[in-house]
């Protein structure tokens, strides 16, 4: 008999799995359909012996000291400050060139052959931008501050190829997390703590999860956890839809198919990232992992991104109608007792990390709230206390 059963080794289900039992004292099962822990942030040594992400850079940046020090326990850091390069067709010159992203002074004046200031720069793309009554859309955002050109340059055809729609079709909430600045700040993130966990993610993970009332299943899906153990509570971190057999239907995602490549060179790219919004270009970015790690190795890896519609889910599809048909799995959620739906999948939510971590958090002192632990596991407190 666990007290708790949690669904997904990621960061949502880890992170409560930890509180839960070093906190409560309670006994807790961790399942993952997958193979291994850590979620989509997990990370391993290739053939080479190049430490790659498996699904894609995972980048960590949070304003939040709760956050941060909450994690530090498990892991000490790296310092790190994410660049990002975008590779377009100069306007002026009809040549492939490779510049900051997002949108800075620098940019302006390598794609354009000029020499702004960081006064001049504002009234240069206010000049550009075209007024929009009422923002809605991904496009009203972009074109409403820089312009159609630019927007045409690095936000359409990478939008389309993201999400498989147009800018125009998608809320505004998707363009809007990328900033446009007039100063030469070419750091991809402003947070206050940026850094990578310094022997990994998956390390990290694995002291999150290293605790004796800890019990972690990988390649165990919820069917055959539910038939093999008896739990009394469930924190459920997968996709809210499947939790209640898509009752009402589907919840649409766009997923990524991943192509990684080791070469026998000591570098391939000028930084961490290099995007390719150009819809003639299949993937939408590649990044090179000892950039983000700060690996020493005489080879290098790369990974390329290509986004799907099959696969597994990754993006929630942020439109109207999207939303309405959460609300109504939302509602079947919140009527359910003993289950608690948390993380990216289960709120249908476009989180960062950090994000992720601090609702995990925050619904640990919700558990606090309405689950007081009762008068009898006074010495299971004490156990765990001991480290028993």
Do not use: C
């Amino acid at each position: 008999m666990f007290d708790w059963l949690v669904v997904g080794a990621g960061f949502a289900g880890s992170v409560l799995a930890e509180r839960l039992a070093s906190v409560r004292g309670d006994r807790v099962l961790v399942i993952d359909r997958r193979d291994h822990i850590a979620g989509n942030a997990f990370d391993h040594l290739d053939e080479a012996g190049v430490l790659i992400h498996r699904y894609g850079p995972h980048i960590f940046h949070t304003n939040s000291e709760a956050v941060f020090a909450h994690l530090s326990r498990f892991t000490e850091w790296r310092p790190y400050e994410h660049r990002v390069l975008a590779e377009v067709t100069s306007p002026t010159t009809g040549k492939t060139v490779q510049v900051p992203m997002p949108i800075n002074l620098d940019t302006i004046n390598r794609l354009y052959g000029l020499s702004l200031t960081e006064a001049e720069v504002e009234g240069w793309l206010a000049a550009r931008a075209e007024p929009v009554a009422e923002i809605r859309s991904s496009e009203d955002v972009v074109v409403s501050k820089v312009g159609r050109e630019l927007y045409e340059l690095f936000f359409r055809g990478y939008t389309r190829k993201q999400w498989a729609l147009d800018p125009s079709e998608l809320d505004k909430s998707v363009t809007a997390r990328v900033p446009t600045r007039t100063n030469r700040d070419d750091r991809y993130f402003t947070d206050r703590f940026q850094a990578m966990p310094r022997d990994g993610y998956t390390a990290m993970f694995r002291r999150m999860l290293d605790h004796p009332r800890i019990t972690v299943r990988t390649g165990m899906d919820f069917a055959e956890a539910r038939h093999r153990f008896a739990f009394r509570n469930l924190v459920w971190t997968g996709p809210v839809d499947e939790y209640f057999g898509f009752r009402f239907g589907k919840l649409p995602y766009r997923s990524l198919h991943f192509r990684h490549e080791t070469l026998g060179r000591e570098w391939a790219l000028p930084t961490g990232t290099v995007n390719h919004p150009a819809e003639a270009t299949p993937f939408t970015r590649v990044s090179e992992y000892k950039w983000i790690t700060g690996q020493s190795h005489p080879k290098t890896s790369v990974t390329y991104e290509y986004p799907s519609a099959e696969g597994d889910p990754y993006y929630p599809i942020p439109r109207p109608e999207n939303a309405a048909l959460y609300k109504r799995y939302e509602a079947l959620a919140d009527a359910t007792p003993g289950t608690w739906f948390v993380g990216r999948l289960a709120t249908y939510r476009y989180y960062n990390m950090d994000q992720v971590v601090g609702q995990a958090l925050t619904t640990f002192e919700r558990i606090q709230k309405s689950m007081p632990a009762a008068a009898n596991d006074d010495a299971r407190l004490k156990r765990a206390a001991a480290g028993d």
